[in-house]
C-alpha cells in the first residue's frame, strides 16, 4: 500500500462533509456496532480507560453498552467538530442528581492523552479519512502498550450496485474508492500495531422506492470522488436518477437491494523497537513501556 493519501478522496470533501454530517448515528453504524461488539467476547483484557473515536456517527446505542461492559474504566469521547462535541456532552450527561454523576468513572469529551487508553474503539469511521494513515498514528500513540484497537469501516464493494449503474449511465463515479482489508492490515503494521485480525461481511440492503434509498445514502455519508458531478443538479438531472434507480437489483419482493462491505480490524499495540544505528532516537514515552516490558511489569 503507498504511503500516501487516497487518490480518489477529496480531502476539502471530507472536511466539509465532517462540518455538516448530523449529530446521529446511522442505522447501519449502530447495526455494524453491535457486530463489534459481539466480537469483545474474545478480548480477555478489562480496559482501565478506553476512548470512543467519533460516538455520535459510531453509535450511541453501543456507547451505552461499551460503558455498562466496562462499568469501572475512564472513557474519553473524541469528536473532530464541536458541534459533535456538544452533543455527545448532552448525550452521555448524566442527570445532576443521578449518585453515578459524582461516584461513576470520569468521562471526558477529549482525545486521551498519549498512552492514555487500553482500547480504542472507531466504528465507521475510517473509510471517510482523508488521510488514514495519520488517523491509524493518532489511535496508536493514544493507546498503552498491550492496548488494542478495535474498528470498522466499508469495504471495496460498498455500493457496488449504485457504482455499476452510474458507469452504465456514463456518469462520474459514484463514489471514492475504498480500501481492501488486506491493505488496512499492512497499514496497521505500517504504523506500529501488532498482530492485526482483519474479516469482512457483505450486509444486503433494501428499499421501498428509490427515494428512501437516497434518504439512506445521505445519512451514511457523501460523494467524496474527485471526479465527482460539480456544483449543483437540477430536478430534471434528479428525476432521472430516481428512474434509474429503478433498475437496480430487486429483492423477489420487489424491493430495491443494495449492497455493502463491512471490514472489522483488530489489533495491539506492541513494544515499540528500536531500530540499531550508530545514533538512535527513543522518546521517553518509548524507552519507559521498553523498561517496563523487560522488568515484567504491567
Known amino acids: 500500500m ?9 480531502p476539502m470533501a471530507v472536511a466539509r462533509w465532517q462540518r455538516v454530517a448530523p449529530a446521529s448515528s446511522p442505522w447501519l453504524h449502530e447495526e455494524v456496532a453491535q457486530r463489534m461488539l459481539d466480537r469483545l467476547q474474545w478480548i480477555k ?13 459510531g453509535g450511541m446505542q453501543a456507547h451505552r453498552q461499551l ?21 455527545a456532552i448532552k448525550n452521555i450527561a448524566k442527570s445532576w442528581w443521578n449518585p453515578k454523576r459524582w461516584a461513576g468513572p ?10 492514555g487508553v487500553d482500547m480504542l ?51 462520474p463515479p459514484a463514489g471514492h474508492e475504498l ?14 500495531f501488532a498482530e492485526p485480525v482483519m474479516d469482512m461481511e457483505r450486509i444486503t440492503l433494501t428499499y421501498e422506492t428509490p427515494q428512501r434509498l437516497l434518504q ?39 424491493r430495491l ?10 489489533a495491539l499495540k506492541a513494544q515499540p523497537k528500536v531500530r540499531v544505528s550508530p545514533m538512535s532516537a527513543v522518546s521517553v514515552q518509548d524507552m519507559r513501556a521498553m523498561l517496563q516490558g523487560s522488568r515484567g511489569i504491567s
Not at 503507498?2 to 477529496?10: A, E, G, H, K, Y
Not at 437491494?257 to 483488530?266: A, C, S
Open 67 to 87: 460503558a455498562g461492559r466496562y462499568p469501572d474504566a475512564e472513557c474519553f469521547v473524541v469528536e473532530a467538530q464541536q458541534e459533535l462535541a456538544q452533543a
Open 106 to 115: 470520569a468521562v471526558h469529551v477529549e482525545a486521551p492523552p498519549p498512552a
Open 121 to 171: 474503539w472507531a466504528n465507521m469511521a475510517l473509510h471517510e479519512a482523508a488521510d488514514p494513515q495519520d488517523l491509524l498514528a493518532q489511535w496508536h500513540r493514544a493507546l498503552k502498550v498491550g492496548g488494542f484497537l478495535m474498528f470498522s469501516c466499508l469495504g471495496p464493494d460498498s455500493a457496488r450496485e449504485l457504482r455499476e449503474l452510474y458507469r452504465a449511465l456514463g456518469w
Open 216 to 254: 439512506e445514502l445521505r445519512e451514511l455519508g457523501r460523494n467524496f470522488h474527485p471526479a465527482r458531478f460539480t456544483g449543483l443538479r437540477g430536478r430534471a438531472w434528479k428525476a432521472r436518477l430516481l428512474q434509474a434507480l429503478e433498475r437496480l437489483p430487486r429483492q423477489s419482493d420487489g
Open 45 to 57: 483484557l478489562q480496559p482501565q480507560a478506553w476512548a470512543h473515536w467519533g460516538a455520535m456517527r
Open 2 to 10: 503507498p504511503n500516501d493519501r487516497p487518490p480518489t478522496l477529496d
Open 179 to 192: 480500501t481492501d482489508m488486506h491493505d488496512w492490515g499492512d497499514m496497521l503494521v505500517q504504523t506500529g
Open 257 to 266: 437491494m443494495l449492497t455493502f462491505e463491512v471490514i472489522y480490524g483488530h
